[in-house]
């Protein structure tokens, strides 16, 4: 069964696309890690040259962000999603998606740029084994509209709701990075200094062995200050 339209989709509040997208249904067999074969019912949409937003607070309009909103406003996005369920009411949700330029909102003072994000997410509403596919395992290609994605996350790696690319940072004009980046959104509990225990979105940013500059006028000739390499960096913004 196959049907195209304009959707909308939020994914655990880290990545929101709207657009025309392509969805199909159809059962197959997968492999979960720690179990093996396991059949299911697949849902699987995919897309491609949309506008998304990936990050924390994805909202209604994936360019135009609320007040709370922290992440990125990306372009050019291509993706597929595989919504699975087994028999005993199981979900695995997996998703693998590539952007074109990328821009940070959220935090007046903190630049991001990208001209290439990676997003990988593949979970699962009960239990923590899930939807294997490395090499020999799950093959599953799915169609955007554009080249298709082949699913590649591998099972070992256990759940997953991350976003790679390179990144250029600059904080608050006083330091500039350059380099590989991790993005991670999740729910953590964090405590106050008065003790008080809270739950907090928290939005992740982090790099290892990356360039940067420390002191002032970082993007001109009259910089002054201290270049560093093989720098290791990380950023949580709550």
Same mark, same amino acid.
């Given at each position: 069964? =196959?049907?195209?339209?304009? *959707?909308?989709?939020?994914?655990?509040?880290?990545?929101?696309?709207?657009?025309?997208?392509? +969805?199909?249904?159809?059962?197959?067999?997968?492999?979960?890690?720690?179990?093996?074969? %396991?059949?299911? #019912?697949?849902?699987?949409?995919?897309?491609?040259?949309?506008?998304?937003?990936?990050?924390?607070?994805?909202?209604?309009?994936?360019?135009?962000?609320?007040? #709370?909103?922290?992440?990125?406003?990306?372009?050019? @996005?291509? *993706?597929?999603?595989?919504?699975? =369920?087994?028999?005993?009411? =199981?979900? !695995?949700?997996?998703?693998?998606?590539?952007?074109?330029?990328?821009?940070?909102?959220?935090?007046?003072?903190?630049?991001?740029?990208?001209?290439?994000?990676?997003?990988?997410?593949?979970? @699962?509403?009960?239990?923590?084994?899930?939807?294997?596919?490395?090499?020999?395992?799950?093959?599953?290609?799915?169609?955007?509209?554009?080249?298709?994605?082949?699913?590649? +996350?591998?099972?070992?790696?256990?759940?997953?709701?991350?976003?790679?690319?390179?990144? /250029? %940072? /600059?904080?608050?004009?006083? +330091?500039?990075?350059?380099?590989?980046?991790?993005?991670?959104?999740?729910?953590?509990? %964090?405590?106050?200094?008065? $003790?008080?225990?809270?739950?907090? #979105?928290? !939005?992740?940013?982090?790099?290892?062995?990356?360039?940067? !500059?420390?002191? %002032?006028?970082? $993007?001109?000739?009259?910089?002054?200050?201290?270049?560093? /390499?093989?720098?290791? *960096?990380?950023?949580?913004? +709550?």
């Amino acid at each position: 069964v =196959r049907l195209s339209g304009s *959707f909308a989709i939020n994914l655990f509040n880290f990545f929101r696309v709207d657009g025309s997208l392509a +969805m199909s249904k159809q059962s197959a067999t997968v492999q979960v890690t720690n179990e093996g074969a %396991v059949e299911v #019912d697949q849902l699987l949409l995919g897309g491609s040259g949309l506008n998304a937003f990936i990050g924390a607070n994805a909202g209604a309009d994936p360019l135009n962000r609320g007040a #709370d909103a922290i992440g990125f406003n990306v372009v050019g @996005v291509s *993706f597929g999603v595989a919504i699975q =369920r087994d028999a005993n009411g =199981r979900t !695995f949700t997996s998703v693998e998606a590539t952007t074109g330029a990328a821009s940070f909102i959220g935090i007046e003072g903190l630049e991001l740029s990208a001209t290439q994000l990676g997003l990988t997410i593949n979970t @699962v509403d009960s239990g923590t084994d899930v939807v294997d596919y490395a090499a020999g395992a799950t093959d599953l290609t799915i169609a955007t509209g554009g080249a298709p994605i082949t699913l590649s +996350m591998a099972g070992s790696a256990g759940k997953l709701l991350l976003a790679s690319g390179a990144v /250029d %940072v /600059d904080l608050f004009g006083f +330091m500039q990075l350059s380099g590989n980046f991790g993005i991670e959104k999740s729910i953590r509990t %964090v405590t106050l200094s008065d $003790a008080e225990e809270i739950e907090v #979105d928290y !939005f992740g940013i982090g790099a290892s062995d990356v360039s940067a !500059f420390v002191g %002032v006028n970082g $993007a001109t000739a009259a910089k002054l200050g201290f270049e560093l /390499d093989e720098l290791d *960096f990380a950023l949580a913004l +709550m």
